[in-house]
């Protein structure tokens, strides 16, 4: 029995025990793994710093801080959210007890990625607790640093056996990928995704795809370009461009291309400093192996802004690209690093049609003050989320609900829809041995009056459109 397959099974073993059932267990495990991130703090910030770059400052901001406040959240409010969930009846069912019981899922499959390790890991594990479900978490083997911490400190905090942490490379995975799951949860890219999914069928289990893709930025020419640079630059340049809804590429009319290109590089020095390479604050490309893949992109493009660059310390300098191409290089996949393409078009209706040429992208951003543009653009697009006037920030609104569409993602979660998405929501209906001359209009031999009948008290609405020679005027009056 491989490793992974031993994890898989005491996972399911201790499912089966029923104690992730009670609410006031899967409550403590929550409050467990918030003490985690209040206690270990600096070893989780010294781990994403050699891995990413990141100061201790940022590994908060852009990684724990929104855990806790997510855990903090299930925790108010899962004695709610676990609930019987009572629900409008018909007639016919009136005397009925008539409800959605939420319940557990069973062993749920969590794969992490490498630019936000803990953001992207957790958070999925926090719904898996939340809805009473075992959880097998793999974190990426690309952060290796962040990853062993994760090893070792979550066996501390949280049940063991419910929440075993499985680490390794592509073998391990698809080793865990052969195992049979109640659900997979998993956050990366597209191709994989594919890999996961085709996996995942073979069990029939269902999946939550959390992937990517290229999410356009147009900026309306009677805007604040000032502000709207300033904030796509924050979305852009953050994690040293490494964020799945960063903003990839900028659509805006030629008049203001100069514009955009100035203000952006204003807002570089003065985040990045003159020297982005010795600023704290600004990341690295995760390994050499995309910092290679990252520099590719630039072959066909003409550098405005950045453009420096160093192998041996995986820096690349926030980079502007002016007048790009929709057929140049930087164009054909999710860019995942520090280079902003800005591709002139004539008009809304150009990058509408730009935007719609390729696949839905997890998310859109139009910066304008006209609310008929940001309509527009809302409505003639599809995107997994849409912004207007920021960048990045509906991801820290648990109310809302995240994930993509088509190309970029199947499912979403936070906050209650990552406990609905982890949990089966089983319709329920209790009804008494009683009153059985009210079923008599279903039972055999089936009339046209009893189908009035059925009609009025199960379908109401449709009393208009009944077809037949007889109309019980009781009931369609």
């Known amino acids: 029995m ?7 099974a005491r996972a399911r073993k201790a499912f089966e025990t029923g104690r992730s059932k009670s609410v006031e267990y899967r409550i403590n495990q929550l409050k467990n793994l918030q003490r985690l991130f209040s206690e270990r703090q600096k070893e989780i910030a010294a781990a994403i710093k050699k891995d990413l770059n990141k100061t201790e400052v940022g590994a ?11 855990i903090s959240l299930f925790i108010k409010n899962l004695k709610e959210w676990a609930a019987p969930r009572h629900v409008k009846k018909n007639l016919l069912t009136m ?3 008539v409800y959605i019981h939420p319940e557990p899922l069973g062993v749920v499959l969590v794969i992490g990625a490498w630019n936000y390790p803990w953001a992207v890991t957790i958070r999925p594990l926090i719904g898996a607790i939340a ?9 990426s083997e690309v952060c290796v640093h962040t990853s062993k911490v994760m090893e070792d400190l979550l066996p501390i905090y949280i049940d063991k056996e419910l929440y075993p942490v499985v680490t390794g490379g592509v073998p391990e995975t698809q080793e865990l990928l052969r195992q049979k799951f109640d659900h997979i949860f998993y956050t990366g890219n597209s191709t994989v995704g594919k890999v996961i999914m085709e996996a995942a069928a073979k069990h029939l289990t269902p999946v939550t795809l959390e992937l990517g893709g290229k999410s356009p930025c147009y900026i309306d020419k009677n805007c604040d370009i000032s502000i709207a640079c300033r904030r796509v630059t924050w979305g852009k340049y953050s994690n040293c461009g490494q964020t799945c809804i960063a903003p990839d590429y900028i659509l805006c009319e030629p008049s ?3 514009r955009v290109i100035e203000e952006v590089k204003k807002c570089i020095k003065e985040f990045y400093t003159d020297n982005p390479k010795t600023c704290p604050d600004y990341g690295r490309i995760i390994n050499q192996r995309h910092f290679k893949r990252v520099m590719a992109m630039l072959e066909d493009s003409n550098i405005a802004v950045g453009g420096e660059n160093d192998e041996s310390d995986c820096y690349i300098a926030p980079t502007v690209l002016r007048d790009v191409k929709p057929e140049a290089k930087v164009m054909q996949e999710e860019i995942f690093g520090p280079l902003l393409p800005i591709l002139p078009v004539s008009s809304l209706d150009e990058a509408i049609k730009l935007i719609n040429k390729g696949e839905k992208p997890l998310a859109l951003y139009v910066f304008s003050p006209d609310n008929k543009v ?10 997994g989320g849409f912004l207007a006037n920021d960048c990045l920030v509906h991801y820290s609104v648990s109310a ?10 199947i499912g979403c979660y936070h906050g209650k829809f990552s406990f609905d998405r982890l949990s089966h929501l089983r319709g329920c209906l209790v009804k008494k041995l009683k009153m059985e001359g009210v079923n008599d209009m279903r039972y055999p031999p089936h ?7 059925y009609q009025w008290t199960s379908f109401p609405a449709s009393c208009n459109v009944l077809r037949g020679a007889e109309k019980p005027k009781p009931f369609c009056s």
């Not at 908060?60 to 997510?70: A, K």
């Not at 809805?131 to 974190?139: C, E, H, I, L, T």
């Not at 940001?374 to 995107?383: A, G, L, N, W």
């Open 2 to 8: 491989s490793r992974e397959q031993q994890a898989v």
């Open 60 to 70: 908060q901001f852009y990684e724990t801080l929104g855990l806790e406040g997510e």
């Open 95 to 97: 005397s009925d007890t």
């Open 131 to 139: 809805a009473g479900n075992a959880a097998v978490v793999k974190p």
């Open 256 to 258: 203001i291309q100069n």
């Open 374 to 383: 940001i309509e527009r653009m809302r409505d003639e697009t599809s995107s």
């Open 400 to 409: 809302l609900p995240f994930g993509g569409v088509g190309n970029s993602g």
């Open 447 to 453: 009339t046209l009056k009893k189908l009035g009948w």
